[in-house]
Antibody, heavy 120, light 107 residues
Framework: EVQLLESGGGLIQPGGSLRLSCAAS????????MTWVRQPPGKGLYWVST????????YYAEAVKGRFTISRDISKNTLYLDVNSLRAEDTAVYYC?????????????WGQGTVVTVSS | EIVLTQSPATLSLSPGERATLSCRAS??????LAWYQQKPGQAPRLLIH???NRATGIPARFSGSGSGTDFTLTISSLDPEDFAVYYC?????????FGGGTKVEIK
């Protein structure tokens, strides 16, 4: 069974940093694009970042560009999101998501999410 | 950025009724539009991709249509488990964007 499990969230002060992890099982990252999506409390879904299937291309939402970095470790089958210079508006549930085999952009598998709360 | 506008914001219906949800894009996304369902405390679930293709395991009462800028998600007969929030999403242009959601609530 294909599963994603996020971890690494928590309560962090403004300006702080975290590393979010997304451990995958049931498939390998090789040749698979992966994406982070976030959801602020009581609000909708917002795309954050995508790592291309070959791992060479990274795409970011304007709101996080320069502060967040997406990466992966194929040997650990884990996706990461390094989040720096955190702001109150970064408070959200962060989901990692995997697309269909032939449609990377249709997110068929989601993790349960990890909560990031930015507050002093 | 392509803005997706969903309407209505809230849809109040009874089980067994037909639900029609709209998603309008600020510019053409061809047929590259997906629909997701989200229930409280859960991750989103993919319903439809490429405007009209049901994802694996999605009941036939869910259907999607449209192309270009106007899209519709139809639930032919609401089951009690269908009351949730629905989002559309486009991958046609970076940045990927989601609509603001339509809440389907029990009347």
């Amino acid at each position: 069974e294909v599963q994603l499990l996020e971890s690494g969230g928590g309560l962090i002060q403004p300006g702080g940093s975290l590393r979010l992890s997304c451990a995958a099982s049931g498939f390998t990252f090789n040749n698979q694009a992966m994406t982070w999506v976030r959801q602020p409390p009581g609000k909708g879904l917002y795309w954050v970042s995508t790592l291309s299937r070959d791992g060479d291309d990274r795409y970011y939402a304007e709101a996080v560009k320069g502060r967040f970095t997406i990466s992966r470790d194929i040997s650990k089958n884990t996706l990461y999101l390094d989040v720096n210079s955190l702001r109150a508006e970064d408070t959200a549930v962060y989901y990692c998501a995997k697309g269909l085999a032939t449609r990377w952009y249709a997110f068929e598998v989601w993790g349960q999410g990890t909560v990031v709360t930015v507050s002093s | 950025e392509i803005v997706l506008t969903q309407s209505p914001a809230t849809l109040s219906l009874s089980p067994g009724e037909r639900a029609t949800l709209s998603c309008r894009a600020s510019q053409s996304v061809d047929n590259q539009l997906a629909w997701y369902q989200q229930k409280p405390g859960q991750a989103p679930r993919l319903l439809i991709h490429d405007a009209s293709n049901r994802a694996t395991g999605i009941p036939a009462r869910f259907s999607g249509s449209g192309s270009g800028t106007d899209f519709t998600l139809t639930i032919s007969s609401l089951d009690p488990e269908d009351f949730a929030v629905y989002y559309c999403q486009q991958p046609h242009r970076w940045p990927l964007t989601f609509g603001g959601g339509t809440k389907v609530e029990i009347k």
